[in-house]
C-alpha cells in the first residue's frame, strides 16, 4: 500500500526538498518516523532559529526550503522571523503537525484551532487539507504557491493520523506537475521605460532585493554602465544588488521620507527595481518627490507596486527586464563618472574596536566573495562605508528588522553554500534571539564564523531614543553576557578579544580551522 506520507516524501524529493529543518514534538512523529535516507534532518533547538535558518538556506540556494514546525506553540515561536521571509519574499513550506483529525474540535491538547489563520496575514497562503487523501495535493499546492512570483512563505497543518493513510492512486499525477510563470513586460512598456531613461537628464537606480534574489545582479551593472547613471540600494534593503565599489555605487537610501528625497535630488528620473517604493521605517516627513521628478518602479509584486504612495509602476519579471533594459538603453549617453575615494580612513580604535576599523579589517582578512549576514543595528553606516561586496549574493538581512534572523540565517546559508564562506556580523542584543542556532552549526559541523559585535547595549535603540527626544528609557542596556561560553556551552569554539590585532589573528585562525567558530569583540558604540 502506498500511503500520504509515502507520497508527500516522493513529491517533496522532485521538488528538491530533501533538508527539512525542524523541531519535533508528538503531532510531527509519524511524518518523520522513518525518513527516507536521501533526506536530511537538521535540527534547531528553537523555532525561531529554525526558520531563520531554512529562511537563509533558501535565500543563500536560490530554491525554496522546507520547515517542519510542532503544533500551534512551536509555530508561534517561528512568527517573528517569519516577518523577514514576507518582504524577503523567501519561498518557505511550512508544515506543522496537527492532532489526529478526529479529536481537533474538542480542542485537545496540541491541537491547532484555525490553522489556517494561525500565521496569518504573515503566510501567502495556508491551509489544513480537507480529508486525508487530499494531503499531498494541499503539499504541492503549497509549494507550488510559496515559489511562484511573488513568492512567500505559506503554510499547512497535517492531522497527524492521515500520514499512514492509503494515498489514492491519481496523487501520482502531483508528481509530474509543474507551473511556471511568464509575466514579462511587454515590448510596449519596456520601449516606454527605454524611452523614459534614454530622455533623462539625469537618471538614478534604485535596486532592492529582487534584482539579486531574481539573478539580475550582473545586468544591473551593465545597465547603470549603459545608463552613465548613480545607482543607490533601496531603503532597508535585505540584498546587497551591485557591487559595492563599483563607481556608480552610491550606498543604501536612507529610510525616511525626507533622507531619500534629499538623496535623490537633482534626479529627473528615479528607475525602482525589485523594491518596494519605499520600505521607510524613521518617521521624518516631506515631500515624497522632488519638484519636477518622475519616478518609476518595476517589481514582480503586484502588492508592492499597489501600496506605494507615489510613482508609475509596472508588474513583470524583474531579471528580464533588467536584461531587456541594459540592451535596450542607448549607451554612452552621459559622461562617464568618477572613479570612487578611497575607504575612509577608520576611526581611532581605543581599548575598544571601532566598527569601522573592525569591518575595515574583514574587507582584507576574509575571501572576496565571502556572504555576509549582518544584523547589528547601529553600525549600518560603517558597514556600507568599509564594505567590498563584489558578487551576488554576497548579503543578507532580515527584511523586516526583526531580529533573531541573521545568527541562524548564516548558519543555513552556510549549509547551502559550502563553497563560499559566510560570516555572520551580529549584535550583542540581536545574537540572543538567535543564539541556539550555534548549537546547529556545531553539531552539524557547519563552517560560518560568527562575530559578535559587543558594544553592550541596544544601540540602535539609544539612537533612536535620542531622536524621538524620548529621554531615560529603561531596559537599553545588555552589559554582562559572555558570548564565548554560551558558544562552549552550545559546542562550538569561541574567542573574545577587545583590539584589532587579536581580531585579526583569531578570523585567520577560524578562517583556517575549517570548524564553525565565533568570536566576540569588544566594540566602541557607534550610530546607524
Ligand atoms: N525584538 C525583535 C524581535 N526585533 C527588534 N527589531 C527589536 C526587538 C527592537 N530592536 C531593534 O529594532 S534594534 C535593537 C532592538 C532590540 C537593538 C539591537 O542591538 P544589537 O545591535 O546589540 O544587536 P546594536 O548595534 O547595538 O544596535
Ligand atoms: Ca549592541
Redesign the pocket.
Known sequence: MTTVRDVTYELLRTHGLTTVFGNPGSNELPFLAGMPEDFRYVLGLHEGAVLAMADGYSQASGGPALVNLHAAAGTGNAM?VLTNSVYSHTPLVVLAGQQVRSTVGQEVVLSIVEPEALLRPLVKWSAEPACAEDVPRVISQAIHTATLPAQGPVFVAVPYDDWAREAPEETAHLLRRRTAAGACLSGDQLAELVTALDEAASPVLVLGPEVDASGAYEDAVRLAEALGSTVWLSPFSSRCSFPTRHRAFRGQLPSSVKGVTEALAGHDLILVLGAPVFRYHQFEPGPYLAPGARLLQVTGDAAEATRAPMGEAFVGAIHDTVTRLADGVTPGLRPPLPPLPDFPVPAESNGRVHPERLFADLRALAPADTVWVS?????TSAFWAQTDLREPGSYLWPAA????FGLPAAVGAQLARPERQVVAL??????N?GITALWTAAQYDIPVITVI?K?G?????RWFAEILDAGEVPGMD?PDIDFTLLARGYGMNATSVSTPEDFAAAFKSALGSGKPALIEVETERTRP
Open positions: 517573528g544584523e547589528t543595528t547601529s553600525t528588522g526583526g531580529l533573531g551580529i549584535g550583542d542584543g540581536s545574537a534571539y559585535l558594544n547595549t541596544y544601540g540602535a535603540l545588555v
